[in-house]
């Protein structure tokens, strides 16, 4: 099973700032690689899919990158609306999906 | 529009069985696989398994073999989760959700409310 491991498990930032968040996978996922968002109460929210392509209707302060192994998920300012949990999610091997632990995003 | 909703909330003593309802509207059922994923209280997300609404196709995660049952019912737009033997460590939210490619592409882009089942004697 392909273990992702997320940091910080918890970020304090204030709205306007920049987040950086980090999935580090056991092996490597390609690309294949997704971030959710999860308020709660709510079910969580798909934001990226395949390392870099935004979701329908995800706004465009929401970005991804990486490869392999190391992904980043990116938050370039932060609305209040942003602060909650955000998990990475692998489908690198069929039909096999694995998340990882999650980073909570906090206001500061 | 896409909804998925799921049954209510169920208490179970250890032992017992549970099934989650998964009722699907606004799209073609069977052209989407669907998963189900739990988060136990303060935990993170668990991938439990998926099924393809068109062959019934089903995958379990590790975990969950031999104790979970995954179905779907075309004539009623339905899918269902059934988990047997439960234990505390079972109390969790349970959601399906409805795969974003009908190829399978494992990514959630619809997800039902989530169902709470409590284990407790």
């Known amino acids: 099973e392909i273990v992702l491991t997320q940091s910080p498990a918890t970020l304090s930032l204030s709205p306007g700032e920049r987040a950086t968040l980090s999935c580090r996978a056991s092996?490597?996922?390609?690309?294949?690689l997704a971030w959710y968002q999860h308020k709660p109460g709510q079910a969580p929210r798909l934001l990226i899919y395949d390392t870099s392509n935004r979701a329908a209707g995800i706004p465009a302060r929401f970005s991804g990158s990486g490869s392999g192994t190391d992904f980043t998920l990116t938050i370039s300012s932060l609305e209040p609306e942003d602060f909650a949990v955000y998990y990475c999610q692998q489908r690198g091997i069929w039909p096999h999906v694995t998340f990882g632990g999650g980073t909570k995003v906090e206001i500061k | 529009q896409v909804q998925l909703v799921q049954s209510g909330a169920e208490v179970k003593k250890p032992g017992a069985s549970v099934k989650v309802s998964c009722e699907a509207s606004g799209y073609t059922f069977n052209r989407y696989g669907f998963a189900w994923v739990r988060q136990a209280p303060g935990q993170g997300l668990e991938w439990m398994g998926w099924?393809?609404?068109?062959?019934?196709?089903?995958n379990y995660a590790q975990k969950f073999q031999g104790r979970v049952t995954m179905t779907t019912d075309t004539s009623t737009s339905t899918a269902y989760m059934e988990l047997r033997s439960l234990t505390s460590d079972d109390t969790a939210l349970y959601y399906c959700a409805r795969d974003s490619d009908p190829q399978w592409s494992g990514y959630l882009i619809y997800w039902g409310q989530g169902t709470l089942v409590t284990v407790s004697s």
């Open positions: 092996q490597t996922v390609t690309r294949f």
């Open positions: 099924i393809s609404a068109y062959s019934g196709y089903t």
